[in-house]
Nanobody
Framework: VQLVESGGGLVQPGGSLRLSCAAS????????MYWVRRAPGKGLEWVSC????????YYADSVKGRFTISRDNAKNTVSLQMNSLKPEDTAVYYC?????????????????????WGQGTQVTVSS
């Protein structure tokens, strides 16, 4: 089982990045898919998630209106389009799979709250 993120990098404030996550060894269609991040010196922060069919999406208040999550179950991939990036978005971004919807806020910020994790991709927003 593997989740591999890509698309991170250095971007100026106001810029955009698109993160991608490719899954192998399991079918993402059976899972809610999440993006979570960890900023330097801080704990995990849930960013966004998408339901199994893609019909429902949820966002943290800190990214609402700027980030868009999507999934392609046929390709076993998940993406996060990030626009209007701010320095406070600087973090390692992780793709994760969870069988449960995002109703347990404590589970969303605990590594054990997810079934599968990727290795993360660094996003740095700086001028």
């Amino acid at each position: 089982v593997q989740l591999v993120e890509s698309g991170g990098g250095l971007v100026q404030p106001g810029g955009s990045l698109r993160l991608s996550c490719a899954a192998s060894g399991f079918t993402i269609g059976s899972y809610w898919m999440y993006w979570v991040r960890r900023a330097p010196g801080k704990g995990l922060e849930w960013v966004s998630c998408i339901s199994r069919s893609g019909g429902a999406t949820y966002y943290a208040d800190s990214v609402k209106g700027r980030f868009t999550i999507s999934r392609d179950n046929a390709k076993n991939t998940v993406s996060l389009q990030m626009n209007s990036l701010k320095p406070e978005d600087t973090a390692v971004y992780y793709c994760a799979a969870r069988s449960q919807p995002p109703w347990d806020s404590k589970a969303l910020v605990a590594p054990e709250g997810y079934d599968y994790w990727g290795q993360g991709t660094q996003v740095t927003v700086s001028s």
